[in-house]
């Protein structure tokens, strides 16, 4: 867990399509495939399967010799064993982890501001984030931050763009980018 330093800097994570490839689990939820919640649980169920991304991998080993380490996913919290396990897997360390809350459909750009600004609030500077999802990278450089953005999947599954211009892989932004009945997504 976190202990005492005297430096208050911190790396924000994301998990899919940052830390892991999830390319493999997308289908289950764009596309014809999708057929509602249980697709999503499908989705998540195979994460443990998840190659990591050997770059990002690697930066954040090394980030977590300097920096506090707090992961922001928009796996749903129920998933968080599930996914504590794979990072431990890679060797990354969590000092914080900030995942979806149940019911929570808020759009990803909004929750994971929330969470920045329950960081700082903490106290603490963010050094890094390493994130994929265009609106929040978009989002968080315009608050200053340096972000490295890994390949972007979102397009690469050509998905609509919504009034916002943040593309989803169904191109839905109702509940937060999700489509109908279903509860989270990273």
Known sequence: ??????????????????????????????????????????????????????????????????????????????????????????????????MRPTKDFRPMVELKNAWLDDVIDMGFEVAVVLEDHPGVVESFRERGLFVMQPTNHWIEYKGKETQDGQAYPDGSEQNGGLPSGSDSQD
């Open 1 to 98: 867990m976190y202990e005492k330093r005297r430096l208050k800097k911190i790396a924000i994570l994301d998990v899919d399509g940052s830390l892991s490839d999830h390319q493999h689990r997308l289908p289950l939820i764009t596309g014809e495939s999708r057929k509602g919640r249980e697709n999503w649980e499908s989705f998540y169920a195979m994460q443990y399967n998840d190659v990591p991304y050997e770059p990002a991998v690697l930066a954040a080993l090394a980030w977590q010799d300097e920096y506090v380490i707090a992961i922001f996913t928009g796996r749903p919290e129920e998933y968080e064993i599930d996914t504590k396990m794979w990072l431990e897997k890679q060797g990354i360390r969590v000092d914080f982890m900030f």
